[in-house]
């Protein structure tokens, strides 16, 4: 990447496309400056070309033949935004064998296929940035690799997907059920019209292991980790945790080493109200991280939308003109001896189980709870119109136990619904 002009391909015209033909007509010479070369968006290749996208650009540039970019020995640096597995892959693979580096947002094929795109990055000794596909907006990634490098990471805890948090938000804000707002967030487009990907945890999962790979060094395939999503949420949990317990509830990611074990999970944790990760509310992202030189650290901001993200794609652009050399991705050797299974974590959990109101049925949870030894913090039983709920707060306990626990609870004649645990931060 010698010559005064560097030549950039785009692949996927969509709304974060947008934002990147939009970031550079503004900032170009801001650009140019900073890396002391001509930047040339020299092509744009998407399906639909003739859709306004309402940013100014050359029809000349518009293609819609993949091989305009991927075939093009001008073009030094290919950004890949059309999301997805196929042919997101294929097309990230051949633009690499051609010489080209790569920007990509796409955290589900990183997620899915990391060690197949790191292996042709090296081969073909050309960089591959991903900033964009964890946090958004937030500078996270090359933070984590490069400005913290001086540290082994203890913990990285992150809130990192604005549609669950914001419902979650919502339900604490307004004291709205679940259902009200995952509608209204579909209205607004924070939400698809299948949210499952988002609530279910999926999204998390998969910018979790990235996190993961950048923090400690270790690739897990989703399948090999907890991840449980929001859907299970009631208004009840809302407001109990915060009047009764201090505490917000929120769709955590979570990679830690305890040990040399590390901890995978994704899953609805209670957050006190005075950590800082309480604090994230509405669509925004945060990521919480403890090193042992620089102690704990918060990165907030925009986790999503078409400039922020922009930013993200555009900075990657501008990293790899000043490093053309490739970067490896988190410690060269790995300090985890062994993944941890969830069932042997250690927590303090929140429980919500609703019964018949009738006599018996506490001595009988109790009786169960204490055999698993599970001890219990503190109980609080309320009124319902369809039974009464019995909230628990449990001393520390095993995730094993909890599990057997509540399984016995859920057959008892007198337990009237599926019984809710959460995990304490």
Partial sequence: MSRDVVNIGLIGFGTIGSGVVETFNKNLDLLENKVNKKINLKKVVDLDIETDRGVDISSEVLSTDINDILEDPEIEI???????????????????ENGKHVVTA???LLAKHWEEIISCAEKNHVRICFEASVGGGIPLLRPLNESLASNNFESIYGIINGTANYILTKMSEEG???????????????????????????????KLIILTIIGFGMYLK???????????????????????LDCCIKLLAITKLVDSNLEVRVHPTLIPMNHLLS??????????????????????????GMLPTASAVVGDCIDIIENMHPVHYG?????????????????KYYLRILTEDKAGVLHEISGILSKHNISIGSMTQKKAEKGTPI??????????????AVDKIDKLDSVKDKTLFIRVL
């Fill in 78 to 96: 290919v950004i890949e935004l059309i999301g997805g597995y196929q042919p997101a892959l294929k097309f990230i693979l051949r633009a690499m």
């Fill in 331 to 347: 410690p060269i050797e790995t300090p985890v001896k062994k993944v941890s299974n969830i069932s042997d974590l250690r927590s």
């Fill in 391 to 404: 909230f628990m707060m449990t001393h520390t306990a095993i995730e094993s136990e909890m599990n057997a």
């Fill in 176 to 206: 709205r059920s679940f259902e009200a707002v995952l509608k209204e967030a579909q209205e607004k487009g924070f939400a698809e019209s299948d949210p499952t990907f988002d609530i279910e945890g999926d999204d998390t999962a998969q």
């Fill in 279 to 304: 604090s994230v509310n509405g669509v925004f992202n945060g990521v919480y991280l403890v090193g042992d030189i620089v102690g704990p650290i918060m990165m907030y901001g925009p986790g999503a």
């Fill in 222 to 244: 989703q399948e090999n980790f907890h991840v449980e999503g929001i859907s299970s949420i009631t208004q009840e949990d809302i407001s109990f945790a915060r009047d009764e």
């Fill in 106 to 108: 796409n955290k589900a």
